[in-house]
């Protein structure tokens, strides 16, 4: 099969799969089973979903954004969803699948869609659910000790995970002792532990600088832009938000630019 019929498959593989990782963060967020009901209902007014609603972006944009039944708008995060893990199986294809083949392709799409479901969770109930930061960390464990992971070996994926949560819990201790309060949870060191385990903890400097740097940068744009709006929200240094996604990017990045960061800065 040529590359291009490869990526097509890949890709509609991959809105499918979207599809049902947003059944999965909305199901995990609201404390539900992602199995039973079995098929897709409109979260608003219970309704279930005809399979043509549940066509990827296709029935997002016929039904231009709403409820078929109850008119309510349809977040942007479903089709958001499904195209980020098309555009991220097509691109870790790419990346890994020539030079590692297909077994280390299949693990890095689960490590980084594993990351994109985390994420919306952490964003919608700043809250990162055990079953997924524990599963990351063992899958990532396995996959090094069965020789599919080429960057990390067993050991080393096994102590980067325990440094990854350590780490954060030191960064918390100390961040507790200058400010009296907590500033990062218990799912981010799982999270950080799920991400050594797959990335091994030379990838800790890069991650958590683009977590920081990122974080700032966008708690900075949240700001401008409601003042900007003219919208009064109480937001200062100490407002809360959630690190898991940003985490999630720090690890995407160095995923895909670990070449270009070792050629400009070492």
């Not at 059944?23 to 539900?32: A, K, N």
């Not at 949560?165 to 799912?187: P, S, T």
């Amino acid at each position: 099969m040529s590359s291009f019929w490869v990526v097509v498959v890949l890709g509609i593989f991959g809105l499918v799969l979207g599809s049902f990782f947003n059944v999965v963060i909305y199901r995990w967020s609201e404390g539900l089973s992602i199995i039973s009901p079995i098929r897709s209902y409109c979260p608003v007014c219970k309704t279930e979903l005809k399979w043509y609603y549940n066509i990827p972006i296709l029935s997002y944009v016929f039904l231009k954004g709403r409820c078929a039944y109850c008119k309510t708008p349809i977040s942007l995060r479903y089709p958001l969803v499904e195209l980020l893990t098309a555009l991220i199986g097509i691109t870790i294809y790419f990346k890994f699948k020539p030079v590692y083949g297909w077994a280390t392709f299949w693990v890095f799409w689960f490590f980084l869609c594993m990351l994109l479901v985390i994420s919306f969770i952490d964003l919608r109930i700043k809250e990162i659910p055990d079953r997924l930061s524990l599963g990351l960390m063992l899958i990532g464990v396995v996959a090094s000790l069965l020789g599919l992971n080429p960057w990390v070996g067993f050991e080393e994926s096994l102590v980067s995970m325990l440094a990854g949560i350590g780490l954060l819990f030191l960064i918390n201790e100390v961040y507790y002792h200058l400010a009296k309060r907590d500033g990062l949870g218990m799912g981010d060191f799982k999270l950080m532990g799920g991400i050594g385990a797959f990335l091994g903890y030379k990838s800790f400097y890069w991650v958590l600088l683009i977590a920081s740097f990122s974080g700032i940068l966008i708690f900075l744009l949240v700001v401008f832009w409601y003042r900007f709006k003219g919208v009064y929200k109480d937001l200062d240094l100490k407002t809360e938000i959630p690190f898991g996604p940003f985490l999630a990017l720090g690890a995407a990045f160095y995923t895909f630019f670990l070449e270009w960061l070792s050629l400009l800065f070492f």
